[in-house]
């Protein structure tokens, strides 16, 4: 009889957690892999070509700080591009049987599934990129996420699978762009645009104001 020793692996894989976090977290793309699209071994179903990236909450922007430090996996779909004509409602539980040849091979085609204008993908971007992706002048690689950080919503998923996701629609940059200083002019030109679109009882309202502030001021000497 030969004993065999048991060790212990370097991650451990178990269910994600359900995270509720609709105050928005800080969160940090551990790392990101492109799952390509293909059609089921045995059923014939379409997988769609995704994005999953493990994140990792850096501070879930609460006074106790319990999520803290868990990770979960959330996924990104590709789209088809458009212009193929495919409905997204048709691929959504499409069949290998539900295509021609010449469709099966558009569709496994990995340069025909893109990150699609107003999708989750494209969201998460812009917030990332900025001007450089919002204005066409890059193109994506899964690999570049990892390290990148943003702030988001986090909800709870609702299926039999526990797990969390991100809020499409919630992304914001943890280092919002500084505004452009208004020179003396652009000042002058918006202060002459705001007196004149004020009405004249909200002006004397506002002087009148000024005056009792002035008054107050001078009481307290």
């Not at 105050?23 to 059923?43: I, N, R, Y």
């Not at 409602?89 to 085609?109: G, H, I, P, S, W």
């Not at 570049?144 to 909800?155: R, S």
Request: with cysteine.
């Amino acid at each position: 009889m030969v004993a065999i020793r048991k060790t212990k692996a370097k991650e451990e894989f178990g269910p994600d957690p359900s995270l509720d976090l609709p105050q928005g977290a800080h969160l940090k793309v551990m790392s990101a892999k492109l799952f390509a699209h293909k059609f089921h071994d045995e059923t014939g179903d379409l997988w769609k070509s995704v994005v999953s990236c493990k994140l990792k909450v850096v501070d879930d922007r609460t006074v106790n700080g319990d999520a803290d430090g868990l990770e979960f996996f959330d996924t990104f779909e590709l789209k088809v591009d458009e212009e193929l004509g495919y409905d997204d409602k048709q691929l959504k539980d499409a069949n290998t049987r539900d295509f021609t040849k010449e469709q099966r091979e558009e569709l496994l085609n990995q340069d025909n599934w893109t990150v699609r204008t107003g999708s989750k993908l494209d969201n998460l971007l812009n917030v990332l990129y900025g001007d450089v992706w919002i204005n066409g002048k890059m193109d994506f690689d899964p690999d570049d996420l990892e390290g990148k950080e943003f702030i988001a919503k986090v909800h709870p998923r609702t299926g039999k699978k526990p797990g969390s996701y991100t809020g499409w629609e919630t992304y914001m940059s943890i280092n919002p762009p500084k505004k452009k200083k208004k020179s003396k002019v652009q000042e002058a030109q918006q202060e002459a645009a705001d007196a004149a679109n004020t009405p004249a009882s909200e002006r004397d309202a506002q002087d009148l104001t000024e005056a009792q502030w002035a008054q107050a001021k001078k009481a307290v000497r």
